[in-house]
């Protein structure tokens, strides 16, 4: 499991990142995260992002974990 998929999971109160996906699998947003080294900005979006805009960096570069675990 990735650490940033870790450290999403912590952030959002989840003791790891599947009982979290399972939370959210049914809604319109999944919990997301930037994917660059020392941004761990995290928000909900889209489940299939790949590409979201992180606020802190102001880059292309959330990730939904749906997509971070494959499940997308």
């Known amino acids: 499991m990735s650490?940033?998929?870790d450290?999403?999971?912590t952030d959002w109160g989840y003791a790891d990142a599947q009982h979290m996906v399972e939370d959210y699998i049914f809604d319109g947003v999944m919990p997301a995260i930037c994917q660059n080294p020392g941004c761990d900005y995290s928000t909900e979006m889209e489940p299939d992002q790949d590409h979201g805009w992180c606020e802190n960096c102001s880059t292309n570069t959330l990730q939904s974990a749906s997509v971070m675990?494959?499940?997308i």
């Open 69 to 71: 675990m494959g499940i």
């Open 3 to 5: 650490t940033k998929l």
């Open 7 to 9: 450290t999403l999971a």
